[in-house]
């Protein structure tokens, strides 16, 4: 078993940022990929990034590219979601995922771990 915990949601203005933490714990040599999804009221649970457990390898949803970043930390079993320029429609619960699929990358299937999210609002 993997357990994630994230941390770092809150309130910001249109144009601010926040840093999104994910800390990993448990069998966590048996992860492939790390992934932030978000998920706004009544919508989809929607993929956001995603980076290979190595540290290799990043993919961004077309929503966020050029504004989010993730990225490991140097302790290895955090995953950091940084979201700069942030819009109103960033707004949603975000969750960390962790996944023990080889190639995983945007699916929510391929993800076999999750944390409990948290909240990011971004007012006008």
């Known amino acids: 078993q993997v357990q994630l915990v994230e941390s770092g949601g809150g309130l910001v203005q249109a144009g601010g940022s926040l840093r999104l933490s994910c800390a990993a714990s448990?069998?966590?040599?048996?992860?492939?990929?790390m992934g932030w999804f978000r998920q706004a009221p009544g919508k989809e649970r929607d993929f956001v990034a995603t980076?290979?457990?190595?540290?290799?390898?990043?993919y961004y949803a077309d929503s966020v590219k050029g504004r989010f970043t993730i990225s490991r930390g140097n302790a290895k079993n955090t995953v950091y979601l940084q979201m700069n320029s942030l819009k109103p429609e960033d707004t949603a619960v975000y969750y960390c995922?962790?996944?023990?699929?080889?190639?995983?990358?945007?699916?929510?299937?391929?993800?076999?771990?999750w944390g409990q999210g948290t909240q990011v609002t971004v007012s006008s």
């Open positions: 995922a962790a996944s023990n699929t080889f190639g995983a990358t945007i699916r929510r299937g391929e993800y076999d771990y």
């Open positions: 980076i290979t457990w190595s540290g290799g390898s990043t």
């Open positions: 448990g069998r966590t040599f048996s992860i492939y990929a």
